[in-house]
């Protein structure tokens, strides 16, 4: 049983196109996790959900909204695809907030 | 702004050697210390975690914590092939849902 789950594990698209990623967890845990990865390996949070409700916000362009229809579930919704956003983005989740256990990534290459 | 700073390697072991791994924090309220390993093309996988000062010891791995001086460390006993990955050092506040990534180390254990 995969305990975070991401779709899709690759995604290429163009510069300009709208894409969303989703993330879902089986492990009974409260707080969501967006990351991104970098080309240099930096693992930079990006957003954190606990219960719904969105408790950590970085500093990303407003064109990166992620939504939390349940506890389960953390989609990243991403507008006006630009070259920079390619990385790796990885969903995580944790319960307390300590202890963080990360999905398999999805691989974005903007064109 | 917090920083955690390891020091990217690579750093080459030979096997069955000790391998040791270290971090330094620069917020003094930092709480909890995790290691957490990454293999090329893989999400990262939570290896331990330390809160007091002292060691810590899980089979082949010991993390340790120095409070006064701001560092944490990770010893691989016995070092193996399949060791080989990139360790990333993690810190986060007590009660604090974000954690504070290193670059990371890589680490190549020689057969």
């Known amino acids: 049983d995969t305990a975070v789950s991401q779709t899709p594990k690759y995604l290429v698209t163009q510069m300009g196109n709208d894409k969303s990623i989703k993330c879902e967890q089986n492990l009974g845990h409260d707080t969501m996790y967006w990351y991104k990865q970098d080309s240099k390996k930096f693992l930079k949070i990006m957003f954190s959900?606990?219960?719904?409700?969105?408790?950590i916000n970085e500093t990303v362009p407003n064109r990166f909204s992620p939504k939390s229809p349940d506890k389960a579930h953390l989609n990243l919704h991403i507008n006006s695809l630009e070259l920079g956003d390619s990385a790796v983005y990885f969903c995580?989740?944790?319960?307390?907030?300590?202890?963080?256990?990360f999905g398999p990534g999805t691989r974005l290459t903007v064109t | 702004q917090k920083e955690v700073e390891q020091n990217s390697g690579p750093l080459s072991v030979p096997e069955g050697a000790i391998a040791s791994l270290n971090c330094t924090y620069s917020d003094r309220g930092s709480q909890s210390f995790f290691w957490y390993r990454q293999y090329s093309g893989k999400s990262p996988e939570l290896i331990m975690f330390?809160?007091?000062?002292g060691d810590k010891e899980d089979g082949r791995f010991t993390a340790q914590l120095n409070k006064a001086s701001q560092y944490v460390s990770l010893l691989i006993r016995d070092s193996q092939p399949s060791d080989s990955a990139t360790y990333l050092c993690a810190v986060n506040d007590f009660g604090n849902e974000k954690l504070t990534f290193g670059t990371g180390t890589r680490l190549t254990i020689i057969p």
């Open positions: 959900y606990n219960n719904k409700e969105l408790i």
């Open positions: 995580a989740s944790a319960s307390g907030g300590y202890e963080q256990y």
């Open positions: 330390i809160y007091s000062n």
